[in-house]
Nanobody
């Protein structure tokens, strides 16, 4: 098991930027595919982005493509989500999650370990 802790969520105005971090402990982050998911009040958890173990391949939801960028620093055991041009509809709790498999990266049931989440609020 790997323990994940998200940070960086704050209140920001529409059009602004944020960088979320996901720090891992317990096991080395390089052994895992890491994904970001988000959940808005009253809505299902949805996929945002994912990155393979080496960082070579990334996936993004259509709603964030071109605005968000996922990256990882395996030496620091940390993953990042750079969020630009934020919109009010990006408001949600953002979770990072770890999976041992590189298939089905966009599906939450592929992920075994989850962080507690960090709140991102985008005001209009």
């Amino acid at each position: 098991q790997v323990q994940l802790v998200e940070s960086g969520g704050v209140l920001v105005q529409a059009g602004g930027s944020l960088r979320l971090s996901c720090s891992a402990s317990g096991r080395t982050l390089s052994a895992y595919v890491i994904g970001w998911f988000r959940q808005a009040p009253g809505q299902k958890r949805e996929f945002v982005s994912a990155i393979t173990r080496s960082g070579v391949r990334t996936n993004y939801a259509e709603s964030v493509k071109g605005r968000f960028a996922i990256s990882r620093d395996n030496a620091k055991n940390t993953l990042y989500l750079q969020m630009n041009s934020l919109k009010p509809e990006d408001t949600a709790v953002y979770y990072c999650a770890a999976a041992p498999r590189e298939n089905r990266m966009g599906y939450s049931d592929n992920y075994d370990d989850w962080g507690q989440g960090t709140q991102v609020t985008v005001s209009s």
